[in-house]
Each structure stands twice: as structure tokens, then as C-alpha cells.
């Protein structure tokens, strides 16, 4: 069974531009999760997907923001990047945490 | 804002040793669960421990959980070189219905010296 892959695994973007990232879940699994995870900050919860639609959202501005496609595969999008939105990006999926959550590798984006 | 509090943060053991580390949170929980981070790379997920449950075991792995008290601990024993990595405990709480999400303690860096 394929684990949750996110792509790319590592993006560089200049202050200002915008950052997309990938991730699909677990065959069979309706929800995912983003995750930010900076420097010295641990594992902010970020946006949560279900079913396509978002059922959840962090403290995080709305330059942050994503969707889910009916195959469940989700995309996360910074807009209007800042140098403190370089971080590592999770993406995690689950059937509504029943087993746990299985996480992606992870997208390391550095923002110059 | 975290939920968990992981204690210690950073935690150097010798090869054959046992670690533990503890996590506290602040709410009610659905549940508790463990993961790993090596080398800041995706988490693995490691054991899940329901409210109404006070202990489980995978392997070398044995966690408590005392809702009374808001705390749970992880124990590793007989670690290996291989179990250096981060471990996070994250909480599970349903505020409405279906309203899923995990919050993530800061982590505790454990470092095993061969």
C-alpha cells in the first residue's frame, strides 16, 4: 500500500512569489491535514480537508489556503510568500483518526 | 497554540538503556499518540492510547496515559542507535462532531550514544 507522498520534496521561492504543494493521501483515506512545521516551533495544524471540503483551519492568515480534489488528493498554497513561511510542510491523511494519522515526507520550503 | 508538553526536551542515553519521556496537555482528549521525527523528516506514527485506556505496549514501546492527572509517558527500553530521533506526543480532541485534528507537543530530542 502507498503511504501519503507529497511533492516536491524541496522548493526554493523568492519573498513574494507563490508556493504550491502536493500531497495524496492513503488509498481510501477522505481526510488530510496540513501541517507547518518551522524552526524552533514544533507542528502548527494548518488546514484540515474532508471530503472536499475544508472542515478545519489554524491561526494562520489567508494567504494560507488549499483545497481537495474528488480523488482526496490535496494542494496547499502560500500566496504573497514571507521569509518566516520557510518551514518543512506535512501533509498527513487519516479516516478521522480512528488508526492515527500516517504523515508524508514532507516539502521543505525556503523562502529567499 | 500546543496542547502537549513534552518533558524533557532533549534526553542522551546510553546504547541498551531505557528512555522515557513524558508529555502533559491541557484539555479533555478523544486520545493520545506517539510519533517519531528523524532528521526532520515526515513523522511516523507510533501508538495511539484512547481515554479509557491506561496503558499499551508495541514492542519496546510501553505508554501510560492518567487523564486524571492530563499526563501520559512514553518508555523506550533497551534502545538501539537507531531510536535517535524526536518524539512528539499529540492530542486528539472532538470539539463538535467529526472535528478531527491532532496538536503536536514540542517534542522531545532523544540522542542514543553507542
Known amino acids: 500500500e502507498a503511504g501519503v507522498t507529497q511533492s516536491p520534496t524541496h522548493l526554493i521561492k523568492t519573498r513574494g512569489q507563490q508556493a504550491t504543494l502536493r500531497c495524496s493521501p492513503i488509498s481510501g483515506h477522505t481526510s488530510v491535514y496540513w501541517y507547518q512545521q518551522a524552526l524552533g516551533l514544533g507542528l502548527q495544524f494548518l488546514l484540515w480537508y474532508d471530503e472536499g471540503e475544508e472542515r478545519n483551519r489554524g491561526n494562520f492568515p489567508p494567504r494560507f489556503s488549499g483545497r481537495q480534489f474528488p480523488n482526496y488528493s490535496s494542494e496547499l498554497n502560500v500566496n504573497a510568500l514571507e521569509l518566516e513561511d520557510s518551514a518543512l510542510y506535512l501533509c498527513?491523511?487519516?479516516?478521522?483518526?480512528?488508526?492515527?494519522?500516517?504523515f508524508g515526507s514532507g516539502t521543505r520550503l525556503t523562502v529567499v | 497554540s500546543q496542547q502537549g508538553e513534552e518533558d524533557p526536551q532533549a534526553l542522551s542515553i546510553q546504547e541498551g538503556e531505557n528512555a522515557t519521556m513524558n508529555c502533559s496537555y491541557k484539555t479533555s482528549i478523544n486520545n493520545l499518540q506517539w510519533y517519531r521525527q528523524n532528521s526532520g523528516r515526515g513523522l511516523v506514527h507510533l501508538i495511539l492510547i484512547r481515554s479509557n485506556e491506561r496503558e499499551k505496549h508495541s514492542g519496546r514501546l510501553r505508554v501510560t496515559l492518567d487523564t486524571s492527572k492530563k499526563s501520559s509517558s512514553l518508555l523506550i527500553t533497551a534502545s538501539r542507535a537507531a531510536d535517535t530521533a524526536s518524539y512528539f506526543c499529540?492530542?486528539?480532541?472532538?470539539?463538535?462532531?467529526?472535528?478531527?485534528?491532532?496538536?503536536f507537543g514540542a517534542g522531545t530530542t532523544v540522542t542514543v550514544r553507542a
Open positions: 499529540a492530542t486528539e480532541r472532538a470539539q463538535k462532531s467529526n472535528d478531527y485534528k491532532l496538536s
Open positions: 498527513a491523511s487519516s479516516l478521522a483518526g480512528v488508526n492515527g494519522y500516517t
